[in-house]
């Protein structure tokens, strides 16, 4: 397997509070010795448990770089045990776009694991986490939202796993983030993804679901500091008491959850996120996008529970996910 191109340019491993970049060699037209430059801060002090903690893998979400951003400037090495690997901005391309994958090849870094260390821009980044970054950590936390075209009821969330010690322990994780919801998420499209490479090394892994819009909010934002807040402590990084406050759970038990659009036109969403839904009833109409007078089509739930995303902003595509129900646990 080839070196990968990445450097940084602070040490990974030393006590102390450390500012600087991940370099990606990266020649281009308008620089032919240009490189990309990835901000990352490491934080250590002494021994104990590293976590890994990233936003903008999609680069349209905003709330783990916000978060993050503000980890970064205010933490010392003394309010750590352990250590700290914050990359506020995991796919940089993508964040300067404000777009959901890189505007230099267009990857979704979500789906480019394990990547490699020959490959596209995205590719090497997704390589230099699996082959450097993930190996060191004990947790990782992936922040996401819905970016420009989503928008979610605010939630983190756990998978289903083979490791059941490992499922255990995510499970704990999420739960010590808590969020306003706590969600069993089924994945509709996991190859490829970090939330796989995290835990398929036994790591544990904490995600999330914010909100969306390309936007973040006062409330997103502040879900988010708090829900690190917690993980670190919950981790023996941070000291200090974890703000719990009310949790609703929610499972995802099959693809019923997901209701796709078959039709391009002008969305109506029907019920607000959190509302509850019975089976049958109207989530969300399309109206035709060049006719007038046509009644809309309807798309119904395909089980009962609470609407946790929408489609966003206005038009839809045949293809586009239009809604997705959670089912509330116990």
């Excluded at 240009?34 to 990233?54: D, F, H, R, Y």
């Excluded at 819905?146 to 010690?165: M, N, Q, R, S």
């Amino acid at each position: 397997m080839k070196d990968n191109p990445i450097s940084p340019t602070i040490p990974l491993d030393q006590d102390g509070v450390h500012h600087g970049f991940l370099k990606l060699p990266y020649s281009r037209d308008d620089s032919a010795w240009g490189s990309v430059m990835i901000p990352i801060t490491v934080i250590q002090n002494g021994t104990g448990k590293t976590a890994l903690l990233t936003g903008a893998n999609h680069g349209d979400e905003y709330e783990g770089p916000v978060a993050l951003q503000e980890l970064a400037a205010t933490t010392r090495a003394e309010d750590v045990t352990g250590r700290l690997i914050i990359v506020p901005y995991f796919n940089y391309p993508a964040f300067r776009a404000s777009a959901r994958t890189s505007p230099i090849d267009r990857g979704n870094l979500n789906r480019a694991f394990p990547g490699r260390p020959d490959g596209t821009v995205t590719e090497k980044i997704a390589d230099y986490f699996q082959r450097t970054l993930l190996p060191m950590a004990d947790v990782a936390v992936d922040f996401h939202s819905g970016g420009k075209t989503l928008d979610f009821v605010p939630f983190a969330a756990a998978h289903i796993l083979e490791d059941k010690g490992l499922q255990e322990a995510c499970y704990a994780a999420m739960q010590a983030f808590n969020a306003p919801y706590s969600v069993q998420l089924l994945e509709i499209d996991s190859e490829g993804m970090y939330d796989t490479a995290v835990e398929d090394m036994g790591k544990v892994l904490v995600t999330t679901e914010l909100g969306g819009g390309g936007m973040s909010t006062a409330r997103s934002n502040a879900i988010a500091k708090k829900g690190l807040r917690n993980v670190l402590i919950h981790f023996g990084i941070f000291q200090g008491e974890m703000q719990i406050d009310p949790s609703v759970t929610l499972d995802m038990p099959d693809g019923d959850c997901f209701l796709f659009s078959e039709h391009d036109g002008l969305f109506e969403i029907m019920v607000d996120l959190g509302d509850h839904v019975q089976k049958g009833d109207v989530v969300a109409r399309v109206w035709s996008p060049d006719r007038a007078g046509q009644a809309p089509v309807e798309y119904r739930a395909r089980r009962s529970g609470v609407l946790i995303s929408r489609h966003f902003p206005g038009m839809i595509k045949s293809g586009d996910c239009a809604a997705v129900i959670g089912v509330v646990e116990g």
